[in-house]
């Protein structure tokens, strides 16, 4: 199986800052890796498709890059309603798997 | 509007069987993909398996955790996915989505999700 690593585990920053979430695939993945938004008691939200494609409607702020095996997931400028947990999924192969995911809070 | 509805969780002993649902409505349910996702409390996304389209054969796929336990089904009539859990453990104690493989290859939709409780 695909084991994927996230750092950090956790994060605080404010209102403005710039937030960097990395993402580390154990093989080489190619680009199939996306990253979702979860908020507390809601499912996830697809905000980038093959690591680095802005879902439709998904603010501009948010934005991934990378391939192979490494990838970043950037928030230009955090603002309230980002605070949430954030993970990549890889779905280059079975079984599909989650990183354990970044919590993003504000200072 | 596309949406998807999960139901059947409950509270089920060690050992017993559940059977969640995930009703579509909104898009060409035929033609899509469908995914069940657990989380357990305080925990992180877990992927469980999936169900491909009649193009593909309906094929399945599971993880490891679940193999032999776990079946999943459609019946495209009824624009209802089902997962099947046998044989359940205090460890498949989890919230249950059920998620649209999209066009753009990603869970684009999901649902609610239902909460499966496994204890004595």
């Known amino acids: 199986d695909i084991q994927m690593t996230q750092s950090p585990s956790s994060l605080s920053a404010s209102v403005g800052d710039r937030v960097t979430i990395t993402c580390q695939a154990s093989?080489?993945?190619?680009?199939?890796l996306n990253w979702y938004q979860q908020k507390p008691g809601k499912a996830p939200k697809l905000l980038i498709y093959?690591?680095?494609n802005l879902e439709t409607g998904v603010p501009s702020r948010f934005s991934g890059s990378g391939s192979g095996t490494d990838f970043t997931f950037t928030i230009s400028s955090l603002q309230p309603e980002d605070i949430a947990t954030y993970y990549c999924?890889?779905?280059?192969?079975?079984?599909?798997?989650f990183g354990p995911g970044t919590k993003v809070d504000i200072k | 509007e596309v949406q998807l509805v999960e139901s059947g969780g409950g509270l089920v002993q060690p050992g017993g069987s559940l059977k969640l649902s995930c009703a579509a409505s909104?898009?060409?349910?035929?033609?899509?993909?469908v995914h069940w996702v657990r989380q357990a409390s305080g925990k992180g996304l877990e992927w469980v398996g999936r169900?491909?389209?009649?193009?593909?054969?309906?094929?399945?796929a599971y993880a490891a955790s679940v193999k032999g336990r776990f079946t999943i089904s459609r019946d495209d009539s009824k624009n209802t996915a089902y997962l099947q859990m046998n044989s359940l453990k205090t460890e498949d104690t989890a919230v249950y989505y059920c998620?649209?493989?999209?066009?753009?290859?990603?869970?684009?939709?999901w649902g609610q999700g239902t909460l499966v409780t496994v204890s004595s």
């Open positions: 998620t649209r493989w999209g066009a753009n290859w990603g869970y684009d939709y």
């Open positions: 909104g898009f060409t349910f035929s033609g899509s993909a």
């Open positions: 169900i491909r389209s009649k193009p593909n054969s309906y094929a399945t």
């Open positions: 093989q080489d993945i190619s680009n199939y």
């Open positions: 093959d690591a680095s």
């Open positions: 999924h890889q779905y280059d192969n079975l079984p599909f798997t």
